[in-house]
DNA sequence: CACAGTATCTTGCATTGCAAGGTACTTACT
DNA sequence: AGTAAGTACCTTGCAATGCAAGATACTGTG
């Protein structure tokens, strides 16, 4: 898998999956492995950044077996986000298809 | 526009346009951006690369008005890379679409 | 008691796109 | 002649982000 397509879009899906429900750091690797690979050196750092960016807020909770949970809640800031990302991959995504198809004349 | 998604992703951009004509820096600074903002300082280290890489090679042409226009053609190893590189995106694509429309479970 | 699993985190590196700048040629306008 | 704009090439240094590798600490199993 080509880590440079990655970069930025990886924000974007974990937005879209706390979008659905609050997840800890360890969820959301292995909820977004089922499609990307993702590794913990990367959600952490993210994660801290998305905090810092105000797009959620965390709470700890206790866990059956193991360490404590840090889970991570969207803030509505952080659904606005979640939002126009979705939206700028989509149209990104649409224009890089349309370029591996062909189809160069912008105006169709 | 999101720098990040742009990354790796010009390199399959270039060496699809490059599929179907051969071309100079310019004018695949031009092709590109009709669908893809993309700078001149982006596209030349990247044209090397794919030089060093064995990618490409290079012949230069006269032009009407202005310098000579060094043209780039895909080689075979090129060729197949492109096609590597295409499959390989479309499939992420296909993998950040479906976590985004919540569509979590891989089985499916 | 050692190991695997859960769960958090940090450091340093690699890659790549961009802004900003430089060079040089041609054409058009003043 | 001089200046600007367009074409066409290039380089340097910076910013962003994903990852490998490692550290920490708790629980349950063999």
Known sequence: MNIQFKKGVLEICVLSVLAHKDCYGYELVSEISKRIDISEGTIYP???RL?????VTTYLQESAGGPPRKYYR???????EEHEQKEEWMR???SVNALLEGKNNAAE
């Open 46 to 48: 993210l994660l801290h």
């Open 74 to 80: 969207l803030t509505e800031s952080g659904r606005k």
């Open 51 to 55: 905090k810092d960016e105000g797009y």
């Open 92 to 94: 990104f995504a649409a």
